[in-house]
């Protein structure tokens, strides 16, 4: 039985970070930033387990795998069935695929699919910053131009004293691109979180500056002690190259300390998924979730 559904603040994130240290997960939406950033749009809840930590998105009926030792499959059941007395929709996702297959059982109590538009694409860190080989030349020349064009940018890291010229950045971003409408309000709305959140979550970020005007941004954080994640990367798309430079700039800033970048999902936008996949992700992260038989 579920007994407490505490709402996920900021005062949990020393909690977040304990168990996830403890027990990593690859898959971006375990990520300390996004369960609180996105988490307060989907009004994410938590609870305790069995000694395990499960996340509890309200919006979308989603129970995450639990965080912690993995636990058998009619424990796995027994959890959701008592999620399904507060909510029947409720549904377990972001199941690792190395349970899955380690896991034959879960297939007698849980109805599984997976979801490409929800994959997370991931890099090598030294590989997105030597793009090397014809099929990643195109981007490599257009960082050149970049680079000869405007030999005086400046690379900043983010600080709460760039918090509204990013806000006014993003917003005439997303004016200007046709992306995902309703996406792409409820994005805007999780990167003014985690700008307001700043100080309170372990997320870093850079930005590209021109003769004191803003180009480009990204904002990222650990994923695991080898994995970084980016969050956020915006562009002006009227500075050719400005895309690639941010992109290489953010690698070449974590590459020292990461192996690995997860470049989180493509939500099925042809377009986003064209320029993740142009990149020659290394692998992906399955998102695999469970329906209770």
């Known amino acids: 039985m579920i007994k407490y559904l505490i709402p996920l603040t900021t005062d949990h994130v020393p909690m977040l970070i304990s168990y996830l240290k403890d027990y990593p997960r690859e898959s971006c939406d375990y990520s300390v930033c996004n369960l609180l950033t996105w988490g307060k749009i989907y009004n994410n809840q938590f609870c305790h387990y069995k000694g395990r930590l499960v996340i509890y998105n309200t919006k979308y009926s989603y129970v ?10 009619d424990e796995l059941a027994q959890l959701m069935r008592a999620f399904r007395e507060i909510d029947p929709k409720a549904t377990l996702i972001q199941i690792p695929q190395e349970y899955v297959e380690a896991t034959p059982l879960i297939h007698d109590h849980f109805e599984l699919s997976e979801n490409r538009d929800w994959d997370d694409y991931v890099y090598s860190c030294e590989k997105m910053v030597e793009l090397r080989g014809k099929k990643l030349a195109k981007k490599k020349n257009l960082i050149s131009q970049f680079r000869r064009l405007y030999p005086n940018y400046k690379v900043l890291q983010i600080t709460p004293y760039y918090r509204d010229n990013l806000y006014r950045f993003t917003e005439r971003w997303r004016f200007e691109r ?27 970020g850079i930005i590209i500056c021109l003769e004191g005007q803003m180009v480009a941004y990204s904002i990222f954080s650990p994923q695991t002690k080898c994995m970084a994640t ?10 050719k190259g400005s895309g690639q430079i941010i992109n290489w700039e953010t690698a070449r800033y974590l590459h020292h300390e990461y192996k690995w970048l997860n470049r989180e999902q493509d939500i099925g936008l042809p377009g986003l998924r064209q320029a993740k996949t142009s990149y020659m992700p290394d692998r992906m992260i399955k998102f695999i979730t469970g329906k209770p038989k």
């Open 178 to 204: 046709e992306v995902g409408g309703e996406y792409l309000k409820t994005e805007y709305q999780a990167i003014r979180n985690t700008l307001d959140m700043w100080d309170s979550l372990p997320v870093d």
């Open 64 to 73: 995450f795998f639990p965080i912690g030792e993995y636990m058998p499959a």
């Open 230 to 239: 980016i969050h956020f990367e915006k562009y002006d798309p009227t500075k």
